[in-house]
C-alpha cells in the first residue's frame, strides 16, 4: 500500500507518497480500508518534529479516517467486513490502509457522505469530551469558541446551539465570521479588529463566558481568565499561541473558575472508547437528523497531503481540509 511518510522533521515538502508495508490488525482491532482522512493541526506539529505519536500508534499522520472494513482481528465483533466506518486514531490516517482498535470505531451516519466522514471523529470527540463531558456546558450558557470557522470551531458552534447553548467566537476575516454565523453563532468577534474580553462583555451584560474552548493556549490564558463568568470552565486544547503563560490565581479563586487541559492523541485506548461511545450516543443522532453536519472545505487528493498542510498554514480555510484516496 501507499502511505505519506516524514522524510525529515520540517515543511509541507517532506511529506512523501510512499510505498510501505500493509498493517494488520491485532486482536481486538479492524482493518480499514481508507477513503479520506483529515488535516489536523496535530499533523503540522508531527512534521515538524514536535509531536510524536503515542507508543504503539502508527508512525504515520492522520488522526482520523473514513472508509470501509477490510478485515477483522481476533475477538472483534459487532462489526462485519465491508461495513462503512469512520474512526478516531492515534496515526496512520494518511494511508491506504490503517488498523483501528475496535473501540475507536463509529458507523457513517445516515445521510453523511462516506468521504465527508472523515471529517467528523477528531473533532466530535475534542469537542464532545471538552465541551460537555469535562466542562459540562448546559443548555442556557455562554461558551466562547477561538477560531471558530476551524474544524474544530465549526462542530462546537453547532453541538452548543444544539444543547441551546449561547455561542460567542473569534475570527479573524468577516467571511470567517459570517460562516460562523450561518452556523448559529450569536456574538461574533474579530480578534485582529477587537479585544475579545471587551466584547464578550458588553455582549453578556458583563457576564463573561460560562465556557471557553481555546486553541491557542499561554497567548490567551490570561485574557480568557478575564473572559470567564463567575464558576466558568477554561478548556485549553491547543497551544498555537504557546506553551507557557502566566495563570493570576487570584482571579482565577475570585471567579470560583476551573482550568482544564485535555490531549485527545495520547489518551489510553479505554478512555478514547469511553469518549467514542458517548459521541454516539449523543451526537450521531444528530447527524443523522441533519441538526449537525460536517462543515468541509476542500478535498485534496491524499498523495498531495502537502498542499493540506499548506492550507492549514496560511489558515484560510473554514472546516476541514480532507485527504482522499480515490
Not at 510505498?19 to 483529515?38: F, I, K, N, T, Y
Not at 479505554?270 to 443523522?288: D, I, Y
Request: charged share 20%; net charge negative.
Amino acid at each position: 500500500m501507499h502511505a505519506i511518510t516524514i522524510s525529515e522533521p520540517g515543511g509541507p515538502d517532506v511529506l512523501l507518497w510512499s510505498e510501505v508495508d500493509d498493517p494488520r490488525p491485532a486482536p481486538g482491532e479492524v482493518l480499514v480500508e481508507v477513503v479520506a482522512s483529515a488535516v489536523n493541526r496535530a499533523d503540522l506539529l508531527q512534521r515538524q518534529g514536535f509531536y510524536d505519536p503515542p507508543p504503539g500508534a502508527s508512525p504515520y499522520p492522520g488522526l482520523e479516517v473514513s472508509g470501509r472494513i477490510a478485515a477483522l482481528g481476533a475477538g472483534v465483533s459487532g462489526w462485519a467486513v465491508g461495513d462503512e466506518v469512520c474512526a478516531l486514531l492515534g496515526g496512520g490516517g494518511y494511508a491506504e490502509k490503517v488498523a483501528v482498535p475496535a473501540g475507536q470505531l463509529l458507523p457513517v451516519p445516515s445521510g453523511v457522505d462516506l468521504v465527508e466522514a472523515a471529517a467528523l471523529p477528531e473533532v466530535v470527540c475534542t469537542v464532545w469530551s471538552n465541551v460537555f463531558m469535562v466542562a459540562g456546558l448546559r443548555p442556557g450558557e455562554t461558551l466562547l469558541v477561538h477560531g471558530g470557522s476551524s474544524g474544530i470551531g465549526t462542530m462546537a458552534i453547532q453541538l452548543a446551539k444544539a444543547v441551546d447553548a449561547r455561542v460567542a467566537v473569534t475570527a479573524g476575516t468577516a467571511a470567517k465570521l459570517e460562516s460562523c454565523r450561518e452556523l448559529g453563532a450569536d456574538i461574533l468577534i474579530n480578534y485582529r479588529e477587537q479585544d475579545f474580553v471587551a466584547e464578550l462583555g458588553k455582549a453578556t451584560e458583563g457576564h463573561g463566558a460560562d465556557v471557553i474552548l481555546d486553541n491557542m493556549g499561554a497567548k490567551y490564558l490570561d485574557r480568557n481568565i478575564q473572559a470567564l463568568a463567575t464558576s466558568g470552565r477554561l478548556a485549553i486544547i491547543g497551544m498555537q499561541g504557546g506553551v507557557k503563560g502566566e495563570l493570576n490565581l487570584s482571579a482565577l479563586m475570585n471567579k470560583r473558575a476551573a482550568v482544564t487541559a485535555t490531549s485527545l492523541r495520547a489518551r489510553p485506548a479505554t478512555e478514547k472508547a469511553a469518549v467514542v461511545a458517548a459521541v454516539r450516543e449523543h451526537v450521531w443522532p444528530l447527524l443523522s437528523s441533519g441538526a449537525v453536519k460536517p462543515v468541509v472545505d476542500r478535498r485534496i487528493p491524499m498523495s498531495e497531503a502537502a498542499t493540506g498542510h499548506r492550507v492549514l498554514d496560511e489558515s484560510t480555510h473554514i472546516g476541514k481540509v480532507l485527504l482522499t484516496t480515490g
